[in-house]
């Protein structure tokens, strides 16, 4: 278990460090679900699980990225709005969850053929 985790600390450091220094524009109306490998929730470790990020159409009612993460089986773990954050879709296949270029809350990667996570609600620099 160890091994996972610095694998996964060293591959969301080097992502975080690419997908920094590329430019994009947040992506609105969209939702994307994902099996997820190994994901990191708050400080809480999860394995195999299901994310689904709802970004909202650009409105005055709704706005914001909705994250929805469930178990296996199906069970909620995690459910909450981030309002005025954006979804963001790297080339690379990174999607983040952030407010601008100062804080990301969400970051979702690929690495080893294998989907990874890291959320934190006040964000990870």
């Known amino acids: 278990m160890k091994n996972i985790l610095a694998i996964f600390i060293f591959a969301f450091s080097t992502?975080?460090?690419?997908?920094?220094?590329?430019s994009v524009k947040p992506t609105l109306g969209v939702t994307i679900e994902r099996e997820v490998s190994?994901?990191?929730?708050?400080?809480?470790?999860?394995?195999y699980i299901i994310v689904?990020?709802?970004?909202?159409?650009?409105?005055y009612f709704a706005e914001g990225v909705r994250v929805?993460?469930?178990d296996s089986s199906?069970?909620?773990?995690?459910?909450?709005?981030?309002?005025k954050s954006?979804?963001?879709a790297f080339s690379d296949g990174t999607i983040q969850i952030g407010k601008g270029n100062a804080?990301?809350?969400?970051s979702l990667y690929k690495s080893n053929g294998r989907w990874?996570?890291?959320?934190k609600e006040k964000g990870i620099y």
């Open 15 to 22: 992502i975080s460090a690419f997908a920094q220094s590329e």
């Open 38 to 47: 190994f994901a990191t929730i708050n400080n809480k470790d999860y394995s």
């Open 52 to 59: 689904e990020l709802k970004a909202a159409e650009l409105s």
């Open 68 to 70: 929805i993460v469930r």
């Open 74 to 83: 199906g069970k909620r773990i995690y459910r909450k709005r981030f309002p």
């Open 86 to 88: 954006y979804l963001y």
């Open 103 to 106: 804080l990301t809350q969400l």
């Open 116 to 119: 990874l996570m890291n959320l």
